[in-house]
């Protein structure tokens, strides 16, 4: 089966997007008793879409997606579509078990976004065929064109890949397991249309290693607080600039990940400090996740001062 006109669109649009720069995945605004700051988001957003990303996701993992509840998830993806204004495709989380992805579904569609990443589902591990049911399920209750994302409890088979790539609204796959063998066997067996993300936390440290499986795009968290790093990096990783490449990743992104590696939750929690020590008007996160202590705080500002000079060199 082949994609519908909207789910071509938007897979056309994604793929040029892809190429051009890296995907945006904003962070949530609170404030400091933990309320929906959307002026502050609006402003933060605006600064993120300047820097002219690929594509922009609000309210996925590292928008703290599962601490929202559906009219603050309506609030923040509206925001993002009117601030986006049409520039770039805006892809929005969605998730839990199907009904409840659909619930999401219909308020993102309701909203205008472009299409929508579908988080893993809720707590239970499931056999192959429910994993595939869980998309067409909701493939059949909204007209939004899907991104699926593998990861944690979630893994398809590459059977499972080519029966959930025949629906004419999945346009594409993002993968958070790193197992390169398998992602390879997927690829192969993918038909033409479906577009694959890397979505490996802190997702440059393994750039090299999926684009040589033919998965070059990925999702960048360091984006959210430091899009001249980012950016930095997707350049040269395009250009074969190694020594940029292999600089930045040994000096700023591989110690930020054995920072990010200490603490449960710090995948996020270390992203918004980082924003906030810029400047960024994104907030605290929301329980259950923590915001970093200031030895790890201090530890933070050093890294994003080595990050943002190794940035400015490579200019």
Known sequence: MTLNRVAQDAARRLR????????????????????????????????????EPGAVFPACGTG?????????????????????????PVVA??????????????IAEDAGADAALVLPHYLVKAPQEGLVEQVRRIAAGTGLPLIV?????????????????????????????????????????????????????TAEIQARAYATVGVPAYSSAVHAFAPEIA?????????????TVDGLLRDFYVPLVELRDRVPGYAVSLVKAAARLRGRPVGPVRAPLTDPGPQDLAELEELLATGLALAAAAR
């Open 231 to 243: 950016d930095a990096f997707f350049t040269a990783l395009r250009i074969g600039d190694d020594s």
């Open 64 to 88: 703290e997606f599962s601490a929202l509840d559906e009219e603050e998830y309506r609030r923040v993806v509206t925001a993002a579509v009117e601030v986006a204004d049409g520039h770039v």
């Open 149 to 201: 994302y593998q990861r944690d409890h979630v893994a398809f088979s590459v059977e499972s890949l080519r029966r959930i790539a025949e629906l004419p609204t999945v346009i594409g796959l993002k993968d958070g397991h790193s197992d390169l063998d398998q992602l390879q066997r997927l690829t192969l067996a993918a038909p033409d249309h479906l577009l694959f993300f890397n979505g490996a936390a």
């Open 16 to 51: 040029d997007g892809m190429a051009r720069g890296v995907l945006s995945f904003p962070l949530t605004s609170f404030t400091d008793d933990g309320s929906l700051d959307l002026d502050a988001y609006r402003a933060y957003l605006a600064d993120q879409l300047a820097t």
């Open 93 to 106: 989380g969605i998730g839990y078990g199907w009904a409840q992805a659909l619930r999401f579904a219909r």
